[in-house]
Structure formats: C-alpha cells, structure tokens
C-alpha cells in the first residue's frame, strides 16, 4: 500500500489479498491484484495523485463488474481459432491444420459425442 493509505483502504488491500488467495493465487499474485485495485479505487475516488484514463473513466467500479474481465478471453464469438486448435491438438485431431474455426469446432464437437 502507499504511504499514508487511509485504514479504509488497508482494510480492502487485505481483505482483496486475502480473497485472492483463498482462490488459489500465490502470495505475490494477491499482492499485485490488491494493489492494482485499491490503487484503481483510489485514483476514481480522487485520493490518487495520477491516475490512468480508465481507472478515472471507467463505467464500473471493480466490485459493480463482478468479474467481467477477469481474464476469460472467450468473447461474444466463443473461443478463437487458435484456442480451438490447441484443443484440437490435445486431443490429437487429424488435418486440424488445414482446418477453419467452424471446420475445427465440428471436429471438437464430433470427438466428444
């Protein structure tokens, strides 16, 4: 935390550290992700010195967006060519190379069914 932190957001550093590593995360992953967020609630609330444009001009606190970029990068098209291929490739699919990403997702689909 930055010197001079109020005990508010000492309180939330910890309780984010701590969240994050009853999820799994190492010691120093929670660090980080409880900084990068109390910084960023700092700097929407004006207690920052700097502050990014979208940590000031985002739409949503971090808590409002419960997640929604929290690091799943399937979009609003499912998964991307080469995530199919690398599963393509686990599952040891012939000719995926030469394959498109609806000819690779029947293939996936055909190989579970």
């Known amino acids: 935390m930055p010197a001079g932190s109020s005990p508010k957001r000492e309180r939330q550093y910890e309780h984010i550290k701590e969240s994050a590593q009853d999820r799994g995360e190492s010691a120093g992953r929670a660090k980080e992700i ?3 967020t ?5 700097a929407r609330s004006g207690e920052a010195k700097t502050a990014s444009r979208s940590s000031t001009q985002d739409k949503k606190s971090s808590g409002e967006r419960g997640g929604q970029r929290s690091g799943n990068r399937v979009g609003p098209h499912g998964p991307t060519r080469d995530q199919l291929y690398n599963e393509a490739r686990q599952r040891g699919i012939e000719g995926r190379s030469h394959m498109n990403k609806d000819e690779l997702r029947r293939a996936l689909d055909d190989k579970k069914g």
């Open 34 to 36: 409880a900084a990068r």
């Open 38 to 42: 109390v910084n960023k609630e700092r």
